[in-house]
């Protein structure tokens, strides 16, 4: 049967020599002398103890590089200790090393050094090792850019192989197939080429390819473990069990024939033989092996011990994959309380591997992985409440869902509005402009691809060398702030369900959190006094009345073509979603539901073809959206006057003209004060200058939700903004209002939502943002939101500002039924705090002036019948 290790595993060991010992021999100055001297005394002994010594020693050096000669000793003294640091397990220690080798390096033009063999190529490894993908990617390509200027062939063939095994992790396979070709036409004999390729066609499940290319690989070099285990995998497939164990063992031969074998590559070929013993259901055995990785890569670790402990845990892939296996074994024997506690490790483990990684791109990848791991311990925890009824379970589960919910989002939100308080700090300002500065080289990197055969390779190499130093450098600056104010160091923890009770409570809401799988999905509903979880079990249904009922908002007409289906599909929708009957409700959708207005489904079946008449959810609960209910729980709504910047663009004269975005305008204007930029004065640099004076910003604007290779982006006068710059930024705003396209729409990251105009501006650190779910009218979305911003100036509240809007829109006499089709008034939705409606203080002082007016009255009749 196999368990599948062999397609993970196998490219664990696939990385090349991580470069011979760095060489030395250069002009001495009094510093490089220095460098050189303690470098040579350190090579003819190596240990930890004298390399942490060597560490010390060189550090005293670094503000005194002065020549080119210092400079260049420092780069080799770097890639030296990156080396050792590896050879003695300290791997993020090694690619700090590194990093700042090859940061010295680019930043000083050096030459005369093998940078990619002593530095970058190994660098790449070490990235795939931690599981830093993107950083990965990165790094080989622009190593193979720099080999393939050098016209270089083994290093091409090197960055080809190594760039096939960042691909494979992040299951591209067939984009890593495509390079492995390439490399193939150049090198058809080398054996890491073809291992690659057979390892990702196995991976794609072209069984016949894969075997064809791991024979390939033996018939040039029997000694090659990978290319056995390759086979092994094979035969796994073929259900051949016989031949299975017999390459696995062959492969054990090679490993012990091999001087250079360490514990950990023994481990990894433990980890493919479990899966040749789990075909044969040798439980015991399997885990035997088990503890001995364990044992291979914990210190602390004894054999008599069934787990390891959480204080023992460390952020390795190897590790992770171990206890993913366990989790699985421990099933098979029916031992569900263990399986619990392996999975708990897992989630440890996975949350140490994620502080790790300083980009965004590899954070939701290795999110996604983790995904697949908390919808199995969800499964696991509603079999176990199902038997036993015990309420534990449930909260269980329904930790583990929150903690799947847009992490990131969360952690950019918790972390730039902790950094707001240190706004003075000259460290804080170099993190915030180098966070700006990557995000702007991260953009012009997207924009000159999406030329793609027009786009400037160099260029784009260039842009991306200054990314990588400055990730490097900001990587730096977070570990000091980290140092300096330690509640900066984002640790998801769980979340209180008594404290979340107890605020729901006070709100008046029912929380209904859904958590999308692969197999099922699940619905939890908390309030004051109870929590519960319920299963959708036929998924493929519930994904086809979903897209169903998403096609009926891809144009103004569909649903006027169609009330009778719309009506149909609506309640259909409704009632497989198990709306609860409660006033209040706070939504945490996930996947397809991220794009549904829940405002829209009818409680009931309807007939009638007025949509004034239909029953509208809208009509008997009041609909608050949030990204995690731990959001939600830290969130206060904000007590600050309300200013407006208004951005509106108008396009006046061209295709893109928005001609009623004035009459918007001109009605928040007269509502609330503020900043009003229209037609040539809306520019994104005008924009920046005055965002911080505002509490609530409106783009009245284009905006476009992107695919898998354009991300989502938003239109000012003057650029179009992607949604990747707006991660740079750091805004203390308390609400934006997207009044444009698909602004809630993006590639949908699975937990972490889509990659919409909404989400960049919540990473920017906006809590409470208002965007569309697709292409809105330009007349009707004017309308809209003047009623939204009349109700806001009479409640105070974003969300009943926006709920009564969407009445207020429904029973407009003035406006057509043909204009009252969901289509035109359900487009946008609110995320962010739950805030009670208060009266304006004018209508109070309407109010008591209108009592006094009475009392007078009153007064005035009262004399005369005296």
Not at 350 to 356: D, E, P, R, W, Y
Request: with cysteine; proline share 3%.
């Amino acid at each position: 049967m196999g368990f599948g290790n062999f397609k993970v595993i196998i490219l664990l060991i696939l990385f090349l020599n991580l470069g011979n010992e760095p060489l030395f021999s250069q002009q001495k100055t009094n510093t490089s002398e220095f460098l050189y001297t303690q470098l040579d005394d350190f090579l003819k002994q190596p240990s930890n103890s004298k390399l942490n010594r060597l560490s010390k020693l060189i550090a005293s050096k670094e503000n005194q590089l002065v020549t080119k000669e210092d400079k260049l000793a420092w780069v080799i003294v770097h890639s030296n200790m990156g080396y050792y640091y590896n050879q003695f397990g300290s791997l993020p220690t090694a690619i700090m090393y590194y990093e700042k080798a090859w940061k010295n390096f680019y930043d000083n033009n050096l030459k005369d050094y093998d940078i990619i063999e002593n530095c970058l190529q190994p660098l790449g490894n070490l990235y795939i090792k931690i599981g830093d993908l993107q950083k990965a990617e990165n790094t080989i390509t622009n190593y193979l850019y720099l080999a393939e200027q050098s016209q270089h062939t083994d290093k091409i063939i090197a960055a080809i192989t190594n760039l096939s095994i960042a691909y494979n992790n992040q299951s591209n396979f067939l984009k890593a197939i495509k390079i492995l070709k390439n490399g193939e036409r150049l090198a058809p004999k080398n054996v890491n080429i073809l291992t690659n390729l057979a390892t990702n066609y196995l991976d794609s499940g072209s069984i016949k390819e894969a075997e064809s290319y791991a024979n390939k690989v033996i018939s040039i070099d029997a000694s090659q473990v990978n290319a056995y285990q390759i086979l092994a995998a094979v035969a796994l497939e073929n259900k051949d069990l016989q031949n299975a164990q017999s390459y696995i063992q062959k492969a054990k031969y090679q490993l012990l024939k091999n001087p250079n074998t360490s514990s950990r590559d023994f481990a990894k070929w433990q980890l493919a033989y479990i899966d040749v013993l789990l075909s044969k259901s040798a439980y015991a055995e399997a885990l035997f092996n088990i503890k001995e990785i364990y044992a291979s890569l914990l210190p602390e670790y004894s054999m008599e011990m069934n787990l390891p402990t959480i204080e023992m845990l460390i952020a390795d892939r190897i590790l992770l994959k171990t206890l993913d296996v366990q989790t699985y074994i421990l099933q098979q024997l029916n031992d569900p309380i263990s399986s619990i506690k392996v999975y708990e490790a897992a989630f440890e483990v996975n949350s140490k591997l994620n502080q790790a990684y300083p980009i965004q791109n590899t954070k939701i990848l290795q999110h996604s992985q983790n995904r697949n791991r908390t919808e199995s311990y969800i499964d696991l925890l509603y079999t176990i409440y199902t038997k036993t009824n015990d309420i534990k379970y449930v909260i269980k589960a329904f930790e583990a869902a929150e903690n799947s919910k847009a992490p990131f989002v969360n952690e950019a939100l918790l972390s730039k509005q902790l950094l707001l308080q240190y706004k003075n700090d000259s460290l804080v300002n170099k993190n915030k402009q180098l966070t700006s500065e990557m995000a702007n080289y991260d953009t012009y990197i997207l924009k000159e691809r999406q030329k793609e055969d027009k786009a400037n390779i160099s260029q784009i190499q260039k842009w991306m060398s200054a990314y990588e130093m400055k990730s490097i450098e900001f990587k730096d600056v977070t570990q000091e702030l980290q140092k300096k104010y330690p509640n900066l160091l984002f640790k998801q923890e769980k979340i209180s369900i008594t404290e979340l009770q107890e605020k729901l409570k006070q709100d008046d809401l029912t929380l209904i959190e859904y958590f999308f799988g692969k197999n099922i999905i699940y619905q939890f509903k908390v309030d004051a006094d109870s929590i519960e979880i319920l299963e959708i079990k036929d998924i493929e249904h519930f994904r086809n009345i979903t897209q169903n009922y998403i096609r009926y908002f891809n144009n103004a007409s569909t649903i006027i073509n169609n009330v009778k289906g719309f009506s149909e599909s609506s309640f259909d929708l409704y009632r497989t979603l198990n709306i609860p009957n409660t006033k209040n409700l706070l939504i945490i959708p996930d996947g397809l539901l991220n794009f549904i207005p829940f405002e829209t489904l009818l409680t009931k079946k309807s007939d009638v073809l007025s949509f004034n008449q239909m029953p509208f959810l809208l009509k008997s609960r009041i609909i608050n959206y949030e990204i995690s209910a731990g959001k939600y729980l830290k969130s206060n709504y904000s007590k600050k006057e309300k200013s407006i910047l208004g951005i509106f663009p108008v396009f006046e004269n061209t295709q893109l003209e928005l001609s009623f975005s004035l009459d918007e305008q001109r009605y928040i204007q007269q509502k609330f004060s503020g900043v009003y930029l229209e037609k040539g004065e809306a520019t994104y640099t005008r924009f920046l200058k005055e965002v911080e004076n505002h509490s609530i910003i409106h783009l009245s604007t284009h905006a476009e939700a992107g695919s898998f290779s354009r991300p989502a982006s938003i239109q000012f006068r003057d650029q179009n903004i992607l949604v990747n710059q707006l991660y740079g930024l750091q805004l203390e705003t308390d609400l934006v209002v997207l009044s444009a396209c698909e602004t809630g729409i993006g590639t949908l990251a699975k937990g972490e939502g889509p990659l919409s105009i909404g989400r960049g501006f919540q990473y920017a650190g906006v809590q409470n943002v208002l965007f569309s779910l697709w292409k809105v009218n330009d007349k009707t979305t004017s309308q809209l939101m003047q009623r939204f911003y009349q109700n806001l100036h009479q409640t105070n509240s974003y969300v009943h500002g926006l709920h009564q809007a969407k009445i207020d829109f429904l029973e407009a006499k003035e406006i057509s039924n043909t204009q009252k089709s969901p289509y035109y008034w359900a487009s946008f939705v609110y995320y962010g705090v739950h805030q009670p409606p208060t009266e304006s203080t004018s209508n109070w002082i309407f109010i008591i002036g209108g009592f006094l007016l009475i009392m007078l009255f009153l007064f005035v009749i009262r004399q005369k019948l005296k």
